[in-house]
């Protein structure tokens, strides 16, 4: 009796694990973002007032690819070139036939121009979910051919450098065709433009034996695991979205199961992270509490926010943060990725030797500089004190950093010595020191 009681407790995690990665992430926000409107022209107007940057760009030693989502356009501006290699546009949006339905403004972005100047390059990432969407799509030749113009098109336009491709919720009867359109969109990128890279957004589980792994590894220049929404809104307990260890599906299960799958092709695997969290209402206050209505996603920015008024939680099993507290008399659970569970699993990438990591999404930090440190000690090749990277550490460099304070020199992380979160004169004492030793 007891064996068959934890038998069918066992059944019943397990199916829950496995229902929690049919709702995927960015059709949710997708949808929540619908009806925002953005002022392209306006942002892109505030950009182009935007100084150069003056500085040599920093040594990243592994790629660092961050999906913008059109709703936070705005951002652009703010964000940190020297830590990104790629970033990719969220969205164009696909039919079943392959016709656009809204390119969110991509064909007169700023973006791609502003990016480029600063060494960083931009690719478009075209949309399509669901099962029967897909299946129209991808098991047609016409309709195959008609997205892959459409697509290259955008692309050329605005002198990107290439394509990202997000299909969620591929059945299996589509795991050869999807093969065989990114096979025809590789050709087809290749014949137009030089050197284009094309990669793939890819689940963290294949449920369904619905993805060729090796064979898409081989075609593109990468894989993009979404590497978040392990539990998701609908979750029957309170979770972490992005677990490094204490469940059977986790990032270490995902990143194995990939290097696996396609034959070792490290270099073609990116390991993406996410920069949100969930906020749950909850039957108590206990870790993992059952929940007892949907999650709301909640931005890195506004998770933090709430851990400063309700406390913070540290769960060492899954590598994550989470937070406890009461609402109107209903308690609420949220688990979110800081830059301590982000550096533990920017370690995991590093040791496992994948090509690098994704950001899911840019502007969800609101310019935490804890994020974007976590980022700076793991993938900064540079050394300490060695503002301008020259590879010496001497005046010059104090010179930068009080250009930096006075405002002649666009301000960088690796100036700030003492990791406070400001660049001062303390810096500039902390770089006497080094050159003095």
Not at 81 to 87: G, S
Not at 135 to 162: F, K, M
Request: one cysteine or more; proline letters at 3%.
């Amino acid at each position: 009796m007891n064996f068959f009681k934890i038998y069918t407790f066992f059944l019943l995690i397990i199916g829950t694990l496995l229902a929690q990665n049919w709702s995927p992430f960015h059709i949710e926000e997708l949808i929540k973002n619908r009806d925002i409107e953005i002022d392209f022209e306006d942002i892109d107007n505030q950009a182009r007032l935007e100084p150069l940057p003056t500085l040599n760009r920093v040594n990243l030693t592994h790629e660092i690819i961050g999906y913008l989502p059109y709703w936070e356009y705005a951002d652009y501006i703010d964000l940190d070139y020297d830590l990104l290699t790629q970033i990719n546009y969220f969205s164009v949006e696909l039919d079943a036939y392959g016709n656009i339905l809204n390119d969110h403004n991509w064909t007169d972005l700023y973006l791609i121009t502003y990016a480029h100047q600063r060494n960083v390059k931009v690719k478009l990432c075209a949309t399509l979910f669901g099962q029967n969407e897909l299946t129209i799509l991808l098991s047609n030749s016409i309709n195959r051919q008609n997205a892959i113009n459409n697509l290259l098109e955008l692309v050329l336009i605005q002198n990107a450098d290439g394509i990202d491709i997000d299909f969620e919720l591929l059945p299996m009867s589509q795991r050869e065709n999807l093969v065989i359109f990114m096979q025809e969109l590789s050709d087809a990128f290749h014949q137009s433009m030089e050197d284009p890279i094309i990669t793939l957004a890819t689940p963290a589980v294949d449920w369904n034996d619905a993805w060729d792994y090796n064979s898409l590894a081989q075609i593109t220049d990468g894989l993009f695991i979404m590497g978040y929404n392990y539990f998701y809104s609908g979750s029957s307990s309170a979770g972490p979205v992005s677990p490094l260890g204490g469940y059977f599906y986790d990032i270490e299960y995902s990143v194995n199961d990939y290097i696996q799958k396609t034959n070792n092709q490290l270099d073609k695997i990116i390991l993406g992270l996410p920069y949100y969290g969930y906020d749950w209402p909850v039957m108590n206050n206990l870790i993992n509490s059952f929940t007892t209505g949907l999650g709301n996603a909640l931005t890195y920015d506004l998770a933090h926010n709430m851990s400063q008024n309700h406390g913070y939680n540290w769960n060492d099993n899954s590598k994550s943060a989470w937070i406890s507290y009461q609402d109107d008399l209903e308690w609420r659970q949220c688990w979110y990725d800081d830059s301590l569970s982000l550096s533990h699993k920017y370690q995991f990438a590093i040791d496992n030797e994948v090509a690098g990591i994704g950001i899911w999404a840019l502007g969800y930090d609101n310019n935490h500089n804890e994020l974007r440190g976590a980022l700076y000690d793991k993938f900064i090749y540079s050394l300490f004190g060695d503002i301008n990277m020259d590879g010496i550490i001497n005046v010059v460099d104090i010179v930068f950093v009080v250009n930096m304070i006075l405002g002649l020199e666009s301000t960088n992380l690796l100036a700030d010595i003492n990791n406070d979160a400001e660049v001062n004169v303390l810096d500039i004492i902390e770089i006497i020191f080094l050159i003095l030793n």
